[in-house]
């Protein structure tokens, strides 16, 4: 049997021993919140809702999302917009949760009861636009969506 180590375990077991990369090892925790009232209509299908800004260097390290009951119909996406210059960070959608059903009942989502998502643990190289992507409206017209990055930047 074979005693392997992670990443961050091997530069601390090296000889000399390397710096573990800030943010990785006792990082503190920063959270990023936003939220969107419907202004009495719903959006619609394909509307955008930009949320807050992640800066550069954020680890993402946990995504929620919370609504009511947002009517008859809805699904949502939570991801981020390409970074300003256009080729830092890709632009994916639905980074941290995807298809998100938002209809019929109030609802709390994290992203890490998902798998495999884009965002799990992702460190940003440049700063983008949280953003999320309405795939089928919602009936609501009175709604408020609430949505969460915690992650470290330091």
Do not use: H
């Amino acid at each position: 049997m074979a005693t392997l180590l992670g990443t961050n375990a091997t530069l601390k077991a090296a000889v000399p021993s390397s710096k573990v990369p800030p943010g990785e090892s006792y990082g503190t925790l920063r959270v990023l919140y936003d939220d969107y009232l419907t202004p009495g209509t719903a959006p619609t299908s394909a509307d955008v809702i930009n949320m807050m800004v992640i800066p550069i260097g954020f680890r993402v390290m946990e995504a929620g999302m919370a609504f009511p009951d947002m009517g008859s119909a809805g699904t949502l996406e939570f991801g981020w917009a390409v970074s300003a210059d256009g080729s830092t960070e890709a632009a994916d959608d639905n980074g941290f949760l995807a298809s998100i059903d938002c209809n019929t009942a109030a609802d709390v989502f994290l992203m890490s009861s998902a798998a495999n998502l884009a965002g799990q643990c992702k460190k940003f190289a440049a700063s983008v636009q949280a953003q999320v992507l309405v795939t089928t409206a919602w009936t609501s017209t009175s709604a408020r969506l609430r949505c969460w990055l915690v992650g470290m930047v330091d």
